[in-house]
Every structure is written in C-alpha cells, then in structure tokens.
C-alpha cells in the first residue's frame, strides 16, 4: 500500500509559480511511476505531467500540451518525494491537483490514462486569479 500526500497549493495571481509536493510512503518509491493530474469544477480528471521510469535510475518527463514548456515535474528519491514546479501559471489552471502512482508497468500509451495509476493523494487546490 502507497499513501500519497499533496502540498503546496494556493492562491496565486496569473503569471506566478507554484511548487507542489507529493510526498509518499513505501520502500519501492524509486520504481514507481508518478503523475499529476488536476480536475476543475465541472470537468473530468485530466493528465497534467508524468514522471515515467524506465529502469534503474531513468525516468521518463512527459507534459499535457497545455503545461509543457511551463511545468516541470521531478523526484528526489532519498525523500520519496515528487515535486511539480509550475511557472507562468494561467486563470485557466486552476483546479485540484492529485499525485498518482502506478507501477512499472504503465507505458507511453497508457501513462496519460486515470485508471493506470494503482494510488492516488486526496488532492490539493491551486486556485490563479486573473
């Protein structure tokens, strides 16, 4: 069993940064692959970033079109921490950000997907005024 705790969410104003952490309990930190996910008001659950691995120490970064160049998502091992360093953030950003983690198994095809991922953070609201 995983647990996955978000924080790092706020109030900021359009054109700010965020950095949200996911810190997460286990001992197999290291081989999972972690992701992001936001869902707004009255919308679904979207991707937002991936942190794939791809065997010992590789790992793979992949971004929704709509963050890419904006967010950065990494890990710190030693800390069993995630991070998602968000930059030139956008009204349009705002929602409830969920840490996942799945296992080694997700692929390219399927990291993109909700159901893949095996655990879940109870969400953390990142709210960007205009």
């Known amino acids: 069993q995983v647990q996955l705790v978000e924080s790092g969410g706020g109030l900021v104003q359009a054109g700010g940064s965020l950095r949200l952490s996911c810190a997460a309990s286990?001992?197999?930190?290291?081989?999972?692959?972690m992701g992001w996910f936001r869902q707004a008001p009255g919308k679904e659950r979207e991707f937002v970033s991936t942190?794939?691995?791809?065997?010992?120490?590789?790992?793979?970064?992949d971004y929704a079109n709509s963050v890419k160049g904006r967010f950065t998502i990494s890990r710190d091992n030693a800390k069993n921490t995630m991070y998602l360093q968000m930059n030139s953030l956008k009204p349009e950003d705002t929602a409830v950000y969920y840490c996942?983690?799945?296992?080694?198994?997700?692929?390219?095809?399927?990291?993109?997907?909700?159901?893949?991922?095996?655990?879940w953070g109870q969400g953390t609201q990142v709210t960007v005024s205009s």
């Open positions: 942190h794939r691995w791809g065997g010992i120490s590789t790992y793979y970064a």
């Open positions: 996942a983690a799945g296992s080694s198994k997700i692929t390219a095809a399927t990291m993109k997907a909700y159901d893949a991922y095996d655990y």
């Open positions: 286990g001992r197999t930190f290291s081989s999972y692959t």
